[in-house]
């Protein structure tokens, strides 16, 4: 073993550690902190308290400093990434991802159903919030006035689940057409096959036929209809279906692009 300490060189160790413990940087009463190089692999072992690195930012990454996997600052982010690119930071609220990424489950098995075929296992969205749902005939703008109006969703992906109410405190004169309600959060999926549906748990202030009420999504729209049972079918609801003062709880589920 050989170690140098001038101004040129640094600090110098010429040989790899042994059985013996040579060719070690030893620190600590107890050599509790060592740095060696076992022959294939550089190690630095801390056999007491915490290993304390302090640095306002720090960045690990390969030999030629083209491609991070680690790097951080202080009062800021700390950023994982993936053969340079990044692909999650920290934040105030925990984890953050570029668009389109997210958490990848492909580890797991797939759809055990033979008709099933999955395409995606990457979980790349989540939203929490509300949105201010309309009232409208098709035939005109409305312009009429509501007494109560909200909607709270729960975005996952692309699977959107909304919860709303509607209360009107006046119809007003547009009222050519058949009822629409407008105001979804996201655009429906443009596919005819999945729309998406909903149901009204309760509703008031309707014509006595109304006997119950369905929620049919348009594709690649923020808005939808309510129907009624028809002969052997849903119809439409028209504007004499519904009061001034029509009432109604419904939710939706829908796929979005």
């Known amino acids: 073993m050989a170690v140098t300490i001038n101004g040129t060189t640094g ?42 690195i302090r640095s306002d930012s720090f960045w690990v990454g390969n030999n030629a400093e083209s491609e991070a996997y680690i790097s951080g600052v202080a009062d800021g982010a700390v950023t994982l990434s993936y053969n340079g690119a990044d692909t999650c ?103 005819t096959h999945f729309r998406g549906s909903g149901t009204v748990g309760y509703f008031s202030n309707a014509d006595s036929g109304v006997g119950s009420i369905f929620l049919f999504l348009t594709h690649n729209s923020t808005e939808f209809e309510p129907r009624i049972p028809g002969s052997g079918t849903v119809t439409s609801i028209a504007s004499g279906d519904i009061t001034n003062s029509f009432n109604m709880y419904g939710s939706v589920t829908y796929f979005t692009s």
Do not use: W
Request: glycine share 14%; aromatic share 10%; net charge negative.
């Open 11 to 52: 600090i110098t160790n010429t040989g790899d550690y042994d059985a013996e413990d040579a060719d070690k940087i030893l620190l600590g009463a107890d050599d509790d902190l060592q740095i060696y190089h076992d022959g294939s692999n550089s190690k630095i072992i801390n056999n007491t308290g915490y290993l304390n």
């Open 89 to 191: 930071s920290t934040s105030a609220n925990g984890l953050t991802f570029p668009s389109g990424k997210g958490i990848d489950f492909s580890a797991t098995s797939n759809s055990s159903e033979a008709t099933g075929s999955g395409f995606s296992e990457l979980l790349d969205d989540y939203e929490e919030g509300e949105c201010t749902m309309g009232f409208k005939f098709s035939g005109g703008d409305f312009n009429g006035s509501y007494a109560e109006r909200a909607g709270k969703y729960t975005k996952i992906g692309n699977q959107v689940h909304l919860d709303f109410h509607m209360n009107l405190s006046n119809r007003g004169s547009n009222t050519s057409g058949y009822v629409v309600i407008r105001g979804l959060p996201f655009t429906v999926i443009n596919n």
